[in-house]
């Protein structure tokens, strides 16, 4: 994400990263440190030691593996939340339990070019 954010450099780019446990090397220490590898103003990270946002969007995107963590979204900007997220309008993952979902497998370029479709809808 941090090439889709030097590519974009539109302000209109809000990014939010939520770290949480996943691995056994996993801890908010580490989350830490992983954030000051990259530096935007667009950009705020979150720690959820508890993996409460991974099950939830596990219920939105209707996925059936026991997590979901490694999945990107976009959202246009006409998007309201309530008590849950809503489907986002475009996402891509690197689960590698979610066979099924092939074609939402991450490829960089194509995240992208939606972001950019997104942007252009908000003109």
């Known amino acids: 994400m941090q090439t889709v954010l ?49 099950q939830i969007w596990l219920r939105v995107l209707g996925l059936d593996g026991p997590l979901s963590w490694d999945t990107y979204f976009l959202y246009g900007h006409k998007v309201h939340w309530t008590d849950q997220p809503t489907l986002p309008d475009f996402w891509m993952h690197q689960l590698s339990y979610e066979e099924k979902r092939r074609e939402n497998f991450l490829a960089v370029p194509t995240f992208e070019h939606r972001a950019r479709e997104l942007l252009e809808q908000m003109k």
């Open 6 to 54: 030097r590519n974009i450099p539109d302000q209109g780019v809000k990014a939010y990263i939520i770290w949480m446990p996943v691995l056994p090397t996993d801890n908010r220490n580490w989350a830490v440190k992983r954030t000051r590898e990259f530096s935007d103003s667009r950009l705020r990270y979150f720690w959820d030691g508890e993996q409460l946002t991974g």
